[in-house]
């Protein structure tokens, strides 16, 4: 990178936003990484301690003042990546109002804050990268939070829209299932059905999303906006592996 741009990771103390934010600052960027979590000094303390650019800032994304507070010092911005998020999962008859307001104000209304409040400050030509979930096609016992990630994707292309004029693209990425903290949620026989159904017979990795959203947030990134790339080892596709005994080619 010629000239360093600077990125800003919402939920980067672990999971697939520290991966991001590795990623990111190997690639050049100055990169100030936030969290609700105090572990989010560490991720930047290790990687400051190897030579990047990275800083790292205690946050609540549905603190909109502080967001503002904390983008206002690292005007303009180039890159934006929306990470943070919660989940939970409740039988749909569990489900409860608290349970779908809880999901909706981070996943979704704190998305939306930090997109608003990053986009103000954001240099024309900036890039933003939200994170949704391949859940937006259905997932068990999850509807407030395959909901509130669908309307991470409405936020997405409706943004693409509206920040066109100035050139700023928006993307979204969407996981499959990814080994972190969130994946805890399911049991171990859960867990055993979502690796059956990955047609590449692997979980996903956080730097496989990684991948994905630096691909996206680069400055080469000229003609692509509005886009939700689908990150799930071929999940979608609706096909497990086979059995090897049924595999022509195994
Ligand atoms: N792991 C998966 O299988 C999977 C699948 C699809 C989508 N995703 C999405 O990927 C993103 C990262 O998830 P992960 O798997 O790394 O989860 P994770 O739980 O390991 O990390 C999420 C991070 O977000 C932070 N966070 C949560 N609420 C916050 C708030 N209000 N303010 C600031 N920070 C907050 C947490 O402290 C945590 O560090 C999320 O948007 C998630 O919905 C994950």
């Known amino acids: 990178m010629s000239e360093r741009e600077t ?5 980067a103390a672990k999971g697939i936003g520290k ?15 936030v969290d609700r979590l105090e572990a989010v000094h560490d991720v930047a303390r290790a990687l400051a301690g190897a030579g990047h650019a990275v800083e790292a800032q205690v946050l609540d994304i549905r603190d909109r003042a502080a967001i503002g507070a904390t983008l206002d010092r690292l005007a303009p911005l180039d890159v934006l990546v929306n990470n943070a998020a919660v989940t939970s999962t409740f039988p749909f008859d569990e489900l409860t109002e608290d349970h779908f307001r809880e999901m909706f104000e981070i996943n979704t209304l704190g998305t939306f804050a930090v997109a608003q409040e990053g986009a103000r400050r ?12 391949r859940s937006f096609a259905g997932a068990p016992q999850m509807a407030h939070y395959a909901a ?3 309307a991470v994707v409405g936020l997405t292309r409706a943004m693409a829209i509206d920040l ?9 990425v969407a996981p499959g299932v990814v ?11 859960r867990q055993k059905v979502m690796l059956s159904l990955q047609l590449l017979g692997r979980i996903g990795k956080p730097e496989d999303i990684a991948r994905a959203v630096s691909f996206l947030a680069s400055r080469e990134n000229h003609y692509m906006t509005g886009h939700v790339l689908v990150v799930d080892g ?4 609706g096909q497990g592996q086979l059995p090897p005994e049924e595999d022509p080619h195994a």
Request: no cysteine; hydrophobic share 40%.
């Open 7 to 11: 990125a800003f990771v919402t939920g």
């Open 19 to 33: 991966a991001i934010v590795e990623r990111l600052a190997g690639e050049g960027y100055r990169v100030v990484a």
């Open 122 to 133: 954001m240099r024309n030509g900036g890039r933003i990268v939200n994170i949704a979930s």
């Open 148 to 150: 509130s990630k669908t």
């Open 164 to 172: 066109s004029p100035r050139d700023i693209r928006v993307n979204a």
């Open 179 to 189: 080994d972190t903290d969130m994946l805890h949620y399911m049991t171990p026989e």
């Open 234 to 237: 071929g999940r979608s596709l």
